[in-house]
């Protein structure tokens, strides 16, 4: 077994600039370096490209691995940077294509819930409102080492993040194809009454339960018929706080309590000994007034969107995105259309590190 060295990114380029590199790493990292970089998923694709005839690119190439059977030719580390943290507001927008390409997009949770179904019951929790950066500072551990970074790739707002999540066709009419013949919904809207809940729950064939309280999501999935089924439910997280509230949210009890339902999900689900596969995500993440020093972008008024405009615009502080045939243009960090109200504690809508990175939970019971 071969030792790795630890180094820090400013140890990684100036190695780069030397050398090929094998490093253990997220590739995201690479983003926040000043040089482009030729990226290699294995460590024999890049010999075979230094080894091959052809003219050698004249950028630095690195391997997002390490192979004992080549350390003999090329330096081994493992890179000790965390990319996920505010400091990527910097180089988010501008690096926003090497984003996509390398961390999970929302748009693919649908597809990463599907791919990894093999229990006999598969649950969902979608939380209104909660950012990856809150849930790694207050989950519990045990919950936090779970949660994979997961990018909103798009406007982050409750209806486009949330049909995201739900995917098209819905993740309750893919598992049905996949022998998931039941499927059960809970939410704090009637569906009948409410466009998105009745969008997001597509395809469930036991209908949907309008709940006043998680407690009683608790106690119907203990008593529900699971074995090859699907559960999903919607449950409100920090948007509820961000846009009206009297004082200081306390964030991290939020975060808390969501992560304690969760645990009780599991469980419950446990005492009922079915093998189940739980996740968790969110539509958007918030990014919270109080902490931020965020800065007008224009004198604008009234109701508009803080972090956003509807329709093209140009400027090199807004990302231009696309949803269902409707362009939008985003703002990046950290601008504002408007002043904020003495109610408003955070905003979502625009491209943060804060308000763009959700987390996705998966925690497998037994």
Known sequence: MIEVRTASLEELQSLLRQTPVMAQMHPLSLAFLDEEVQVFESVEALIAGLDCTEPQPEIPMVALSVDERFVHRLPSVRCDHNPFTSELNRILLPKIGWVQ?????????????????????????????????????????????????????????????????????????????????????????????????????????????????FDEVLGTVGKLPLDNSFVQIVREGLDQVCHRHRDLPDIGAIVRRICDEFDALAQKLRQRDIRATLFLTADH??????????????????????????????????????????????????????????????????????????????????
């Open 101 to 213: 390409k390398w961390v999970l997009c929302q748009s693919q949770v649908a597809d990463e819930i599907v791919r990894q179904a093999d229990a006999d019951c598969v649950v969902l929790l979608i939380v209104d409102g909660l950012g990856f950066a809150d849930w790694q500072r207050f989950a519990p551990s045990n919950l936090r080492e779970l949660a994979q970074p997961c990018f909103v790739d798009g406007v982050s707002v409750t209806d486009q993040g949330m049909s995201r999540i739900a995917g098209e066709p819905s993740i309750a009419l893919r598992l049905a194809s996949l022998g998931y013949e039941r499927s059960f919904g809970f939410s704090y809207w009637e569906r009948t009454e409410n466009e998105l809940t009745n969008l997001l729950f597509q395809g469930v064939t036991e209908g949907v339960r309008k709940v006043r309280s």
């Open 285 to 366: 993440g918030i990014l919270w007034q109080h902490e931020h020093e965020l800065r007008l972008y224009e004198a604008g008024s009234g109701n508009v969107p803080p972090r956003y405009y509807e329709g093209l615009r140009s400027s090199e502080f807004l990302w231009r995105v696309n949803f269902k045939g409707n362009d939008f243009s985003v703002l990046a960090y950290p601008f504002i259309r408007r002043q904020l109200r003495s109610t408003e504690w955070g905003v979502h809508g625009g491209l943060s590190f804060e308000e763009s990175f959700v987390p996705l939970v998966k925690l497998e019971v037994p």
